[in-house]
């Protein structure tokens, strides 16, 4: 199993970007793993909202976020990424990645998070 830490989130205004981390530890990504981000803000569910294969590279995007996020992984920096642009006050959330054997399933019923994930607040 890894271990995973992530990191880059802070307070932005409505519209602007910020690049969130996941960094990997204990194996490499490239190996055994895909990863996934998701969020859960005050009183909500976990979310779901990208998801990236360690086997072929593959992603997938929840529709909340498609057209807006992208995720990407550096192999040899051992971290996955999520570009997020046009943020809006509803992105809001602590952000939180995990990991699933190879592939990405077909749900967001999966994974676990390490740490306490980073906290992303956009105002208007």
């Known amino acids: 199993q890894l271990q995973l830490e992530e990191s880059g989130g802070g307070s932005v205004h409505s519209g602007e970007s910020l690049r969130l981390s996941c960094a990997a530890s204990?194996?490499?990504?490239?190996?055994?793993?895909?990863i996934g981000w998701f969020r859960q803000a005050p009183g909500k569910e976990r979310e779901g909202l990208s998801c990236i294969s360690s086997s072929d590279g593959s992603t997938r995007y929840a529709d909340s976020v498609k057209g807006r996020f992208t995720i990407s992984r550096d192999n040899a920096k051992n971290t996955v990424y999520l570009q997020m642009n046009s943020l809006k006050p509803e992105d809001t959330a602590v952000y939180l990645c995990?990991?699933?054997?190879?592939?990405?399933?077909?749900?967001?019923?999966?994974?676990?998070?390490w740490g306490q994930g980073t906290q992303v607040t956009v105002s208007s």
């Open positions: 995990a990991q699933h054997p190879l592939y990405c399933p077909a749900d967001w019923n999966w994974g676990n998070s």
């Open positions: 204990g194996h490499t990504l490239a190996d055994n793993y895909a």
